[in-house]
């Protein structure tokens, strides 16, 4: 299902969302057309889509977040193949700056690139590795937060797919909890 038009549905259906996506430059016609979808929404930047429990906390707590998602990417843009974060899993990042490296850091220490596989098959599982950490940590966060949204919380994610010239996308939801 498309993802776009998926988040827009969730937020006339009274949702409010928070998602992590990956911070790639590659991915902003994609987050602005979610920004543009609605009043709010709390979109988290990071690495990969690296989830961010810190993010979670204030999502679920102060902003009364009801609706997660995760969204990797990947393409073949300007001639090279993308996400870069998950393609450094295979083939190192000791080039990028210190704060990268660390993010890289953690990602390794929740995924190992799967060399039988393609790029793209990759970063799918990792969206899936991180659907199934939002999974796990949601409802762990709704027994110890104080103040936390309780009841269903909608949890999904996706991939968005970029064009080789970086200017369109397709974005499409993989999993859902709905």
């Not at 911070?23 to 929404?41: G, M, R």
């Not at 409802?139 to 309780?150: C, D, N």
Request: hydrophobic share 35%.
């Amino acid at each position: 299902m498309q993802a776009v038009p998926h988040i827009k549905d969730l937020i006339d259906q009274g949702k409010k969302v928070g998602i992590f996506s990956c911070e790639d430059p590659y991915n902003t016609p994609f987050h602005k057309d979610l920004l543009s979808s609605a009043d709010y929404i709390h979109l988290i930047p990071k690495a990969s889509g690296l989830v961010v429990p810190a993010s979670l906390d204030l999502g679920l707590q102060a902003k009364g977040i009801n609706a997660w998602g995760i969204f990797g990417h990947y393409g073949n843009v300007h001639g090279h193949e993308v996400c870069a974060a998950i393609s450094a899993l295979n083939t190192g990042y000791e080039h990028f700056g210190p704060d990268l490296r660390q993010d890289l850091d953690s990602l390794s220490h929740q995924y190992t690139y799967q060399t039988e596989k393609s790029l793209r098959e990759n970063v799918v599982d990792w969206v899936k590795v991180q659907y199934d950490l939002l999974s796990k940590l949601i409802p762990e966060k709704q027994k110890t937060l104080q103040g936390a949204v309780q009841g269903d919380i909608v949890i999904f994610a996706g991939l968005v797919e970029n064009s080789e010239d970086a200017k369109s996308y397709k974005a499409e939801i993989l999993f859902s909890s709905q």
